[in-house]
Nanobody, 121 residues
Framework: QVQLVESGGGLVQAGESLRLSCAAS????????MGWYRQAPGKQRELVAL???????NYADSVKGRFTISRDNAEKTVYLQMNSLKPEDTAVYYC???????????????WGQGTQVTVSS
């Protein structure tokens, strides 16, 4: 059983910062790509940022230069530092991880429960 638990969401004003965390636990052999997605009311879930096990990153154009994704492989945790937040960043943010439970086993995609980020103008 694998769980992803997010924390760090909240209500902030435009221009302020938040840091999200997502910790993986359970039967984990290795974690490949980890990422953050978000879903605003009435919209589809969209990619925010991805990070590979080796540290390569990819960002949505809308957050480049403002958000930074990082991970601690030993702690099985991924972070999202969000600076210069805008009202349009308001959404539920979900953590995702591709996890293998054993040597040679295929990876499976897991999702966290989501954490609300609200940015007021």
């Amino acid at each position: 059983q694998v769980q992803l638990v997010e924390s760090g969401g909240g209500l902030v004003q435009a221009g302020e910062s938040l840091r999200l965390s997502c910790a993986a636990s359970g039967s984990i052999f290795s974690i490949n790509v980890m990422g953050w997605y978000r879903q605003a009311p009435g919209k589809q879930r969209e990619l925010v940022a991805l990070i590979t096990r080796g540290g390569s990153t990819n960002y949505a154009d809308s957050v480049k230069g403002r958000f930074t994704i990082s991970r601690d492989n030993a702690e099985k945790t991924v972070y999202l530092q969000m600076n210069s937040l805008k009202p349009e960043d308001t959404a539920v943010y979900y953590c995702n991880a591709e996890i293998a439970y054993g040597l040679g086993s295929p990876t499976k995609s897991y999702w966290g429960q989501g954490t609300q980020v609200t940015v007021s103008s």
